[in-house]
């Protein structure tokens, strides 16, 4: 009995403990994070707080479609969700890890719920340089709130995101953007392809870039946005509804419309502006009949430097900011060489080589959209 009984001692002191997720430890080690294959794992993900200050990296595209087994409609953001939607501000812990799609794509998130939403509630909180996603795709998605910061990506961004786009349809009421509903931290080299709708500050990529109750401000660099933004009453743009950062290097081409509401603000790239915009251009139909209807901008007490928009496809004649060009003049590199844009190929503005163009056919590109082709 003796033996026996050391012999099953033995056992479980050499058994593997049961693998968390599809792999790796999740340690401060970028070497060794924890893999995300599965719906499984990322719903495990969304449903353990204490791992979400952990490194993860996706091994495989994954698929949320809620017919699919073990699949559902999600009522909150997937990770780090508010957990009280009776307070003003959300609350439960916010994701301080890093999350790298390694290139792979999460499709068919569908999300009906509060305020919040999106594959992240909130990433990163105010003050501390922690939170990040990049590499990763949000395709398809459908994502409908009813309150504040609704995004196809995130909700409520303190921390980094790079190299990630979102596609497919996202609304809600306040802070709506087809990537990040609420934008304090960084947005940089990410696009969005989708429709955008909700009350006030609908953007494109970003609802709004910006903080009414603490001294903190957003950046959104090297980015675009194609898809349509829609207000049912006020403040909505092609790219960021609302601007108190920075907007560097960044088109919109998506139509932006509102209702007739007198306080309807509405403009191609930023609506309303109190931050920098420098080297940025729009060419998106812009309609609505309200206070401020404009091609670039709307309204701005910010700068906005060495940007432009097209009068032609925009349909507005004005803007607070920019300057307006035809559609011939705007598929022209001299327009934008002459502002100071560093293209590729020349030197005098720059060796960053941040834009490219098909002279004479189409707009200007951003460099990175050239290296995925």
Known sequence: MRTLLLTLTTCLFVLPATAKYSGGSGTGEPNDPYQIGTAADLIALGENPNDYDKHFIMTADIDLDPNLPGRKVFDKAVIA?????????????????VFDGGGHTISHLTITGDGYLGLFGQLGVPYVPAGEVKDLG?????????????????????????????TGVVSGTSGVGGLVGWNLGSVTNCYSRGAVSGIDFVGGLVGSNYSWFIDWEGSVTQCYSTGTAHSINCVVAGLVAEN??????????????????????????????????????????????????????????????????????????????GTGMTTRQMRSSRTFLDAGWDFVGETANGTEDIWWILEGKDYPKLWWEAAEK
């Not at 990506?153 to 995101?161: I, K």
Request: charged share 10%; net charge negative; hydrophobic share 30%.
């Open 138 to 166: 949000v395709v398809d998605v459908s994502v409908t709130g009813s309150d504040q910061c609704v995004g196809g990506l995130a909700g409520d961004n303190y921390g980094a995101v790079t190299d990630c786009y979102s």
């Open 81 to 97: 969700p508010d957990v009280d939607e009776a307070s003003e501000w959300v609350q439960g812990t916010p994701f301080t890890g």
């Open 244 to 321: 108190k950062g920075t907007v560097t290097c960044c088109y919109s081409t998506g139509a932006v419309s509102g209702s007739t509401k007198a306080e309807l603000w509405a403009a191609g790239l930023v609506a309303s502006n109190s931050g920098t915009i420098t080297n940025c251009y729009s060419t998106g139909a812009v309609s609505g009949s309200g206070w401020y209807v404009g091609g670039l901008t709307c309204w701005s007490m910010g700068t906005a430097t060495g940007c432009f928009w097209d009068i032609q496809t925009s349909g507005q004649a004005t803007s607070a900011g």
